[in-house]
């Protein structure tokens, strides 16, 4: 079964996004080394053991709203094709992640974000 992987907020000042998060819940975060306008976020659920992990990025788009959350799938490729017969759209295709995946953003039939990641095998 799919589960959420990740998620990315987007900002237009990283550092003091960096600087709300980690004081309003006490999020670990930190540049991500080779990923430029990027933090790596690293979260704890409420029995203090390790979750979901995040980050946050340049907003690239003023319409670039809200965190999406990135679902694993087994296969990004297949699960893009059965997005599209569902109704879904992409909005950005699948790219490679160097050393991490592939990741592509899509929205579904009610145009809610929603992020698919294959992760390396």
């Not at 990283?14 to 006490?26: I, M, Q």
């Not at 991500?32 to 992990?53: A, M």
């Not at 109704?87 to 039939?109: F, M, N, R, S």
């Amino acid at each position: 079964m799919s589960t959420i992987v990740h998620f990315d907020i987007p900002a237009d000042d990283l550092k003091r996004a960096k600087t709300f998060y980690e004081k309003l819940f006490g999020w670990s975060i930190d540049t991500l080394e080779g990923f430029s306008d990027y933090y790596e976020i690293e979260t704890v659920d409420v029995n203090g053991k390790e979750s979901v992990g995040g980050g946050i990025t340049k907003r690239t788009d003023p319409t670039q709203a809200g965190i999406t959350n990135f679902i694993g799938v087994q296969s990004i490729d297949d699960s893009l094709e059965k997005l599209s017969q569902l109704g879904g759209k992409i909005l950005q295709p699948k790219q490679e992640i160097p050393g991490y995946g592939w990741l592509a953003v899509c929205t579904d039939t009610e145009n809610n974000l929603i992020g698919l990641f294959e992760d390396l095998k």
